[in-house]
């Protein structure tokens, strides 16, 4: 079959061998994945010395070939999409509700990538990580799970539950506009947010207007979601958020930018809240949302076949692209 592999920091389309069921699990036939943004930074970040241990692909959409458990009534045949990670629930990081720190979920993934004609998920995938999609939604709606996913997570750390905001007086903004940033915004709307955005590109903030988003410059807004990967954006959030305000950090930027001062969040009482990872219950609330279609997806990747993965990725690099769509 074939598979995607970082060789000498490029990407290949190599000839693998199929993943066996040697455990309890199942053979998923990938019909395609998105590109994350962390998967760039995987990329950019590789050496020859890490590489090997690199896995790409995790926006997961496929079918059921094989599986060997019964767990949640999957069958051969079934529509699904998953996510690549799953926690313990037992050490003291789940306990706390700190899913993503769990050594378990930091060291479990599926096999051999996402960007492969097939997959083996194991039992606990099964369990927490993958869900029966509705088969009138397009395969590029269905791969957003993981990623609706990790909004849910952000837009929970800042304090709102799905259902519980109906007469919300809260209002947020998120700077950064690209696929994540748009996509959290529509998050916030299905949480019944009232929510903004901004970004430095025009286009970027015609294409949110276009989405029904606007940017009030004259507001001040409780809480900020930081999604954009550009340590500028710091000033920019502590321009917006009010005293007392939040701001919730969901983008990694280089290493040696600068962060928050921290005379500025104690005189100001800010808190700065980090969202890295979903929990199982965010990728559940994902899947309900886009089964639903309440939070609309359509109409937001453009779309490269398997081969031309490496074509994807220098677009993704270079701006040319909002979100890439790989099918596979």
Do not use: W
Not at 167 to 192: E, V, Y
Not at 194 to 209: F, H, L, N, P, W
């Amino acid at each position: 079959m074939k598979s995607a592999k970082l060789i000498n920091k490029k990407i290949e389309i190599i000839e693998t061998q199929k993943p066996d069921l040697n455990i309890e699990g199942a053979i998923i036939k990938v019909t395609g994945c998105g590109l994350c943004g962390s998967d760039l930074v995987k990329i950019k970040h590789s050496n020859l010395k890490n590489e090997d241990k690199v896995v790409l692909g995790h926006e997961i959409t496929g079918i059921i070939e094989d599986i060997n458990c019964d767990i949640k009534g999957f069958k051969k045949g079934d529509i699904v999409s998953l996510t690549h990670h799953y926690p313990c629930f037992d050490c003291e990081y789940c306990k706390n509700k700190s899913y993503s720190m769990c050594k378990t979920f930091k060291n479990s993934n599926i096999y051999p990538c996402g960007f492969s004609e097939y997959i083996r998920v194991d039992k606990n995938h099964l369990k927490y990580t993958v869900y029966k999609m509705n088969e009138s939604l397009k395969d590029d709606e269905k791969a957003f799970l993981e990623p609706l996913s990790c909004c849910n997570r952000a837009i929970r750390r800042a304090g709102f539950e799905y259902g519980k905001n109906k007469n919300s007086n809260h209002s947020t903004l998120t700077i950064g506009l690209g696929s994540i940033g748009l996509l959290m915004m529509k998050a916030l709307k299905a949480f019944n947010i009232k929510t903004y955005g901004y970004d430095i590109s025009e286009q970027r903030m015609q294409q949110a207007k276009n989405f029904g988003f606007e940017f009030d410059k004259d507001k001040k807004y409780d809480v900020v979601f930081l999604t954009a990967g550009n340590s500028k954006a710091v000033d920019t959030a502590l321009k917006y958020v009010i005293d007392g305000g939040k701001i919730i950090v969901f983008s990694s930027v280089e290493l040696d930018n600068k962060g928050f001062s921290n005379n500025e969040i104690y005189y100001r009482e800010l808190s700065i809240i980090a969202s890295y990872s979903p929990s199982p219950y965010d990728i559940e609330l994902s899947a309900n949302l886009l089964n639903k279609r309440l939070v609309n997806v359509e109409n937001l990747t453009t779309h490269y076949k398997l081969d031309n993965l490496a074509q994807a990725v220098d677009d993704s690099f270079n701006n040319k692209i909002f979100k890439a769509y790989i099918e596979i």
